[in-house]
């Protein structure tokens, strides 16, 4: 990029609200186009916010109104999805409804040039990411169907919860069936419909105060994964199947996560524990 961001230009955007910055975004779209710098300078901010989120009741608003996290450390940020979600994922939209946050996962993937494509011989998906931020999209040969997996047994309360409320839905075999001793289900919102999708969303707290969340969107259609994004570090994207589905691993700083698309289901775990634990959760799903 031709001109960085300098101290005094950041020090004017971290001035304006997050809802501001992103109308200015938009306005990118909508209008005659910004400078790179300013642009850069925007994502920038924005980026601090999610890592860093303000501890004032107010500011706290503000950043729930747009990302979506749960109260602890190492789940994911998405963008938010109902209520323009709140998790540490998600807002996908349909592309054509222009939101300040479609406007800038746009203007992201258009102002990095480097942009990676990761394991495209996967038998049900593909993934695009930068240094900052991954996408995954299903492949056109994709079946589209809603997953069915054999008999559920677990013995966590919390994973029976989930998978409950996902099968009431049509949708079995992507719940993992093994967590942690001692993990609880702390938090969970399932069921939120919006934009044709319908997510679920589990956080699950750790005795040594420690966490890990897990996500699933359904999506009614193709065109409703459109605008999906992670945010990630600069390390390198892995890759492996298990089954007929690829599985992606990233990591976000302190945060290791995994996501993947079954069928017309999404999937995330992630959070702030070993690597090793996030990815004995997601084998215990086959």
């Known amino acids: 990029m031709a001109d960085q961001p300098t101290e005094a230009r950041l020090a004017l955007y971290r001035k304006l609200s997050t809802e501001h910055l992103q109308t200015l975004l938009r306005s990118d779209l909508d209008?005659?186009?910004?400078?790179?710098?300013?642009?850069?300078?925007?994502?920038?901010v924005l980026a601090e916010r999610r890592r860093t989120p303000?501890?004032?009741?107010?500011?706290?608003?503000?950043?729930?109104?747009?990302?979506?996290?749960?109260?602890?450390?190492?789940?994911?940020?998405?963008?938010?999805?109902?209520?323009?979600?709140?998790?540490?994922?998600?807002?996908?939209?349909?592309?054509?409804?222009?939101?300040?946050a479609a406007a800038m996962f746009i203007l992201i993937f258009a102002l990095f040039p480097r942009v990676e494509t990761g394991a495209s011989d996967a038998p049900n998906a593909y993934i695009t990411w930068t240094d900052e931020y991954l996408k995954i999209d299903a492949l056109p040969h994709a079946g589209w169907n809603l997953p069915q997996g054999g008999e559920y047994h677990t013995d966590n309360a919390g994973l029976q919860q989930l998978h409950d409320a996902l099968a009431a839905y049509?949708?079995?075999?992507?719940?993992?069936?093994?967590?942690?001793?001692?993990?609880?289900?702390?938090?969970?919102?399932?069921?939120?419909?919006?934009?044709?999708?319908?997510?679920?969303?589990?956080?699950?707290?750790?005795?040594?105060?420690?966490?890990?969340?897990?996500?699933?969107?359904?999506?009614?259609?193709?065109?409703?994964?459109?605008?999906?994004?992670?945010?990630?570090?600069?390390?390198?994207?892995?890759?492996?199947t298990l089954g007929d589905v690829g599985y992606y691993q990233y990591t976000n700083n302190a945060s290791t996560g995994i996501c993947w698309l079954n069928g017309c289901v999404s999937g995330l775990v992630c959070g702030k524990v070993p690597a090793e634990v996030i990815r004995s959760i997601v084998y215990s799903i086959h």
């Not at 319908?198 to 009614?220: K, Q, R, V």
Request: charged share 20%; glycine share 8%; no cysteine.
């Open 170 to 240: 049509g949708v079995t075999g992507v719940v993992p069936s093994w967590v942690p001793e001692g993990a609880v289900l702390a938090e969970y919102d399932f069921g939120d419909e919006f934009a044709g999708t319908t997510s679920f969303y589990a956080f699950f707290s750790l005795p040594d105060g420690t966490g890990f969340s897990m996500d699933f969107t359904i999506f009614a259609e193709p065109s409703a994964m459109e605008g999906s994004w992670i945010v990630k570090d600069e390390r390198p994207v892995s890759y492996f």
């Open 54 to 100: 303000a501890d004032t009741s107010a500011a706290w608003q503000d950043f729930s109104a747009y990302y979506s996290t749960p109260d602890s450390p190492g789940a994911p940020v998405r963008r938010t999805r109902a209520h323009l979600q709140k998790a540490y994922t998600r807002l996908r939209i349909p592309i054509r409804v222009v939101s300040a």
């Open 31 to 44: 209008g005659p186009p910004l400078d790179e710098a300013t642009v850069d300078s925007i994502l920038t």
